[in-house]
Nanobody, 128 residues
Framework: QVQLVESGGGLVQAGGSLRLSCAAS????????MGWFRQGPGKEQEFVAA????????NYADSVKGRFTISRVNAVNTLYLQMNSLKPEDTAVYSC?????????????????????WGQGTQVTVSS
């Protein structure tokens, strides 16, 4: 089992940057595939970015491709989301999620139902 805690959200002007962090508990973080999802006001939760347990494979939603970068440092049990060129439509609660792969897969996962564990989320607000 793993517990996830996000941080790094806040208020930023359009065009600005933020870096989100997701700290994971436990000693087996490096076998979990990880993802970032977001839910904007009045919208359904949507996929943002995903990364394999090794960090070697990543995937992004078209809406953030070229602006956001997902990464992880397994040695410190932390997942990151670097967000650049932020737009007002990026305003949302951002949540990280984990899927235990038991080292059996180098895939990333993009569907909400693919994930076993979720953090509480961190608010990102982009002003115009």
């Amino acid at each position: 089992q793993v517990q996830l805690v996000e941080s790094g959200g806040g208020l930023v002007q359009a065009g600005g940057s933020l870096r989100l962090s997701c700290a994971a508990s436990g000693r087996t973080f490096n076998r979990y595939a990880m993802g970032w999802f977001r839910q904007g006001p009045g919208k359904e939760q949507e996929f943002v970015a995903a990364i394999s347990w090794s960090g070697g494979n990543t995937n992004y939603a078209d809406s953030v491709k070229g602006r956001f970068t997902i990464s992880r440092v397994n040695a410190v049990n932390t997942l990151y989301l670097q967000m650049n060129s932020l737009k007002p439509e990026d305003t949302a609660v951002y949540s990280c999620a984990a899927r235990d792969t038991y080292y059996s897969s180098s895939n990333y996962y993009t569907r909400i139902n693919d994930y076993d564990y979720w953090g509480q989320g961190t608010q990102v607000t982009v002003s115009s």
